[in-house]
């Protein structure tokens, strides 16, 4: 018996071997991809991503779960109210201006008139119906209605819907409308209309009407006042010519004379 172990000990010692590099190198592998795992909580405007879950409650869903049977229990409920609490915790950053891009949400026209969105919304998604349930009780709707100062009660929204994967929570935020004088990247200091403006009549800005032979520039930057007028202006018919007259259209010759110089 003991040759025979010796024999075969022998045969398979290459075997062995390979198999021993192999498993080192598989167990390396892994090691490496622990390594890189990031388990701490970070929290983001548009992403926010949960490190820590408390593992008594994990066998509790499944990847199609509706998260239900986490609110008969203790722990699932506990962990719950923790999305509940992030979700009240971030709305209101997406409301910032600059998160929204733009340069005011509300502009002064008058003592008594003023410019802002004319609708706005906020939609959470969670699986749970009790996440959902939970957060529909708080006054989410009025926040958003106050902070844009909305002309209307009905003019802000607040809802919820199921349609992600269990332990995310989404939070979007629409609003409407602005204008383009409005826009922050355009209007900040050393923004697009700045640049436009020191260099205008550089035809390479325009595709327009040079089939025609011509092409357009933009005279002037709006102040947010009289954007805001024309934006509120109900006037509909009015308002093409408004625009219009902030353009002037002008023969393609009269730009190569410029490009020469």
Do not use: C
Not at 89 to 114: C, H, M, P, W
């Amino acid at each position: 018996m003991l040759e025979k172990v010796d024999v075969s000990m022998n045969e398979t010692y290459s075997t062995r071997a390979a198999f021993v590099r192999h498993y080192d190198s598989f167990y390396e592998h892994f090691e490496n991809i622990n390594k890189k795992i990031d388990i701490a909580t970070t929290n983001g405007i548009y992403k926010t991503k949960l490190g820590s879950v408390n593992p008594q409650i994990l066998s509790l869903v499944e990847d199609k779960s509706d998260m239900g049977n986490l609110d008969m229990d203790t722990n699932g409920k506990s962990e719950l109210d923790k999305l509940i609490n992030l979700a009240r915790a971030k709305y209101q950053n997406l409301f910032d201006s600059r998160t929204l891009g733009v340069n005011y949400l509300k502009i002064s026209l008058t003592d008594t008139e003023r410019w802002t969105f004319d609708k706005a919304a906020l939609v959470v998604s969670s699986t749970s119906g009790y996440v959902r349930s939970e957060l529909m009780k708080s006054k989410i709707g009025v926040d958003i209605n106050q902070s844009l100062s909305l002309q209307h009660p009905n003019d802000s929204l607040f809802t919820t819907h199921g349609h992600t994967k269990p332990w995310e929570i989404a939070l979007t935020f629409f609003a409407a409308s602005s204008f383009l004088d409005n826009i922050y990247p355009l209007v900040a200091g050393g923004g697009y209309w700045e640049i436009y403006a020191k260099n205008k009549e550089n035809i390479l800005h325009h595709v327009l009407k040079l089939q025609d032979g011509k092409y357009i520039t933009r005279n002037v930057l709006l102040s947010p006042e009289e954007a805001g007028n024309i934006a509120n202006n109900e006037r509909i018919e009015e308002i093409p010519q408004q625009i219009k007259n902030l353009y002037e259209v002008k023969p393609l010759k009269e730009a190569l004379k410029l490009e020469n110089k």
